[in-house]
């Protein structure tokens, strides 16, 4: 059992920036790949990135690259994703999701959502024009 908590989210104008933060407790966190979606009113939940077990390695959407950075800090047991030059299409809310499998088999999958064992509760971001 895993307990994700998001924590972050806000108001903000395009072009700024914002820090999400993932707080995990329960079973050991280091074991998992960590990841972040998001879904906006009306659309699917998407993936937007992915960090594996110690932090080696990550992936993107196309739509963040170079925009966004995953990390994580395994020994807080919090993961973080830095979202900088913010664009109206990243309103959203966004979700923390643990994997058991690694980022290497998640990559071959695809991201999909239901692959995901965990899931917080969301954090809405909000990007005015």
């Known amino acids: 059992q895993v307990q994700l908590v998001e924590s972050g989210g806000g108001l903000v104008q395009a072009g700024g920036s914002l820090r999400l933060s993932c707080a995990a407790s329960?079973?050991?966190?280091?074991?998992?790949?960590m990841g972040w979606f998001r879904q906006a009113p009306g659309k699917e939940r998407e993936f937007v990135a992915a960090?594996?077990?110690?932090?080696?390695?990550?992936y993107y959407t196309d739509s963040v690259k170079g925009r966004f950075t995953i990390s994580r800090d395994n020994a807080k047991n919090t993961v973080y994703l830095q979202m900088n030059s913010l664009e109206p299409e990243d309103t959203a809310v966004y979700y923390c999701?643990?994997?058991?499998?690694?980022?290497?088999?998640?990559?071959?999958?695809?991201?999909?959502?239901?692959?995901?064992?965990?899931w917080g509760q969301g954090t809405q971001v909000t990007v005015s024009s």
């Open positions: 329960g079973r050991t966190f280091s074991g998992y790949t």
């Open positions: 960090i594996s077990w110690s932090g080696g390695s990550t």
């Open positions: 999701a643990a994997d058991h499998l690694s980022i290497a088999t998640m990559i071959l999958k695809g991201f999909p959502a239901y692959e995901y064992d965990y």
